[in-house]
C-alpha cells in the first residue's frame, strides 16, 4: 500500500530547522510524494519500532524498498525515534498530520537525542499515511525520524547532543558561526582538519584570560604534535571556535574546537606529520 514520505529538513543545522518548522506551520506548504507501486505491497510502517535504523530515503521519489530496517552498527541514514499513533477515525489530511509531526516529533526528538532539533547536527523527517494507506488501521501512525540526508551514520543517535566536527573530521572555512561550519570530506579540497578538541564545564563559556589559556593549552601545543613543526614554524595555521555565551544553553556540545589547515583552502588529505 502507498505511503506519503514527507521530508522535514535537509542536512543538519540551525537554518535548515528552523526553516523546516516554519513550514511545517504553514497549512498546505508540505511538500510530499505519493508512491503508487503497480501492485499492492504491504506498507513498512507497521514494520518500524523506535531504535530501528534506515538506509536510505529519496524523499523526491520515495521509493518503499529504501523504507526498510537496517542493522545501525552498519552505516545507515536515519533512524526511528518515535511511534506516533493516530486515533482519528476519518483520514484527517496532510496539513494536519504535518502539525501533529510537528508538535509531537519534534518534543519526541529532544527527548531522544537530548537536545532540540535546532540545535542538533542530525535532521527531522517521518513518514505518514497517505488517505488510502488510512484504510488499514494498523497504518495509522506517524514515524518520527531523526538522521543525515548524507547518510554514514554508525551506532544509535540517542543521546548524541554533539553538533561540532569531531578530531580527525574536515571541514570548509570557519570564519562562519559555528554552527554554519560545514563538515567535508578529507580526501576531498577543504579548508581545515579538526586535531584537538577540549570538553569545557560551566554555566558559561570562559572569556578573556581564562580563554586564551585554553586555547593556548588545547591548540597550540597540541598543533606541534599534530603537526612535526610548531606554529611559527608552520606554513599552516590554527583556528579556533566554542559556542558563544548566546548558545550556550540551548547547545550541550561544549566543546573547544581547534582545527589546523588554509583559510583559502585547497588542502587534500590529513595534515597529521606533514612538518610543514
Known sequence: MPITLTAMSGKAGIGC??????????????????????????????????????????????????????????????????????????????????????????????????????????????????????????????????????????????????????KGQCTGPQDVPPLEVKIVSCKKKHNYEVYATAKVSGKNPPTGDALAKLVDKTCKAKFTDFIGVAPAQSKYEYVWFLADKDSWKNLKDHRLVCSVGLAKGGVKGSLKGVKQ
Open 17 to 166: 530547522l528552523a526553516a523546516w518548522a516554519a513550514v511545517l506551520a504553514a497549512a498546505g506548504c508540505v511538500p510530499a510524494t505519493v508512491v503508487t507501486p503497480h501492485t499492492p505491497t504491504p506498507s513498512p510502517v507497521i514494520t518500524l519500532a523506535v531504535g530501528d535504523c534506515l538506509g536510505e530515503i529519496d524523499f523526491e521519489t520515495a521509493t518503499l524498498a529504501m523504507v526498510e530496517p537496517v542493522a545501525c552498527d552498519q552505516s545507515h541514514y536515519y533512524e526511528v525515534h518515535a511511534l506516533v499513533p493516530l486515533e482519528q477515525q476519518a483520514y484527517p489530511g496532510q496539513a494536519a498530520l504535518a502539525q501533529q509531526a510537528a508538535d509531537d516529533c519534534s518534543a519526541s526528538f529532544t527527548e531522544y537525542v537530548g537536545v532540540a532539533a535546532e540545535y542538533s547536527r542530525y535532521s527531522s523527517a517521518y513518514l505518514a499515511p497517505d488517505d488510502v494507506t488510512w484504510s488499514v488501521p494498523a497504518d495509522r501512525k506517524i514515524v518520527c525520524l531523526a538522521g543525515s540526508s548524507d547518510g554514514g551514520l554508525k551506532g544509535s543517535l540517542k543521546g548524541d547532543t554533539t553538533i561540532f566536527p569531531a
